[in-house]
């Protein structure tokens, strides 16, 4: 069974800071997304993640994939407070098919001034 | 515009009652996919289609039902059978092309009263 894991679940940091969120999964997997959810909102694709080394930026984030760790990471870049939001990353399963994903719990994360 | 539209957006359903949540979306995908969102979790698989007249149960089955009978719309119904079924319901599509990402709707608020 897929199993995905953040950390941390909870983040608060200032403006202007650097940090990374983590996401490990448990069994091989080919393809890693991240998405974004405002509060009471649907879930805005990030990045998508297809090999092992990818790395993909988009402003002050950046996402990158270890197949051989089964990690991958979300790093912000000089945080500014409306890249407050919750986070998840979401594994599929090897192969590429269109089965579902497996979403880790989130991290959500609060910019503060 | 292309897009996937979830409804109705807030839904309360009285204990014993079936209701149906509706999903349509004009963007030509193959593969529909429901979601459940608890306050604070991640999205957990209900059930996905990946072809017309095709359906799968995902992890957390029980006590819903779907039907495929269109390549736009994938309705989700919750049964009496569901024990605790207040959560925040996603629907998503992708093309069946290998690694494809999902698109998202913006959800339907589901209250037991």
């Known amino acids: 069974e897929l199993k995905v894991e953040q950390n941390p679940l909870f983040l608060s940091m200032q403006e202007g800071k650097n940090y990374t969120i983590y996401c490990n999964y448990s069994t091989t997997s080919d393809r890693l997304y991240w998405y974004r959810q405002d509060p009471g909102k649907s879930l805005e694709s990030l990045f998508v993640l297809l090999s092992n080394g990818a790395v993909k930026q988009e402003g002050r984030l950046m996402a990158s994939l270890d197949t051989k760790a089964r990690l991958s990471t979300l790093h912000i870049t000089a945080a500014v407070h409306d890249l407050s939001a919750t986070y998840f990353c979401?594994?599929?399963?090897?192969?590429?098919?269109?089965?579902?994903?497996?979403f880790g719990k989130g991290t959500h994360l609060i910019i503060q001034p | 515009d292309g897009g996937i539209t979830q409804s109705p957006k807030y839904l309360f359903r009285k204990e014993g009652q079936n209701v149906t949540l509706s999903c349509e979306q004009n963007?030509?995908?193959?593969?529909m996919y429901w979601y459940r969102q608890d306050p604070g979790q991640g999205l957990r698989l209900i059930y996905y289609s990946q072809i017309v007249n095709d359906f799968q149960k995902g992890d957390i089955a029980e006590g819903y039902s779907v039907s495929r009978e269109k390549k736009e719309s994938f309705p989700l119904t919750v049964t009496s059978a569901q024990k605790n079924p207040t959560a925040f319901y996603l629907c998503a599509s992708s093309t069946d092309r290998a690694y494809s990402e999902a698109f998202f709707g913006q959800g339907t608020r589901l209250t037991v009263v």
């Open positions: 963007l030509n995908h193959d593969a």
């Open positions: 979401a594994v599929g399963d090897s192969g590429g098919g269109a089965d579902g994903l497996t």
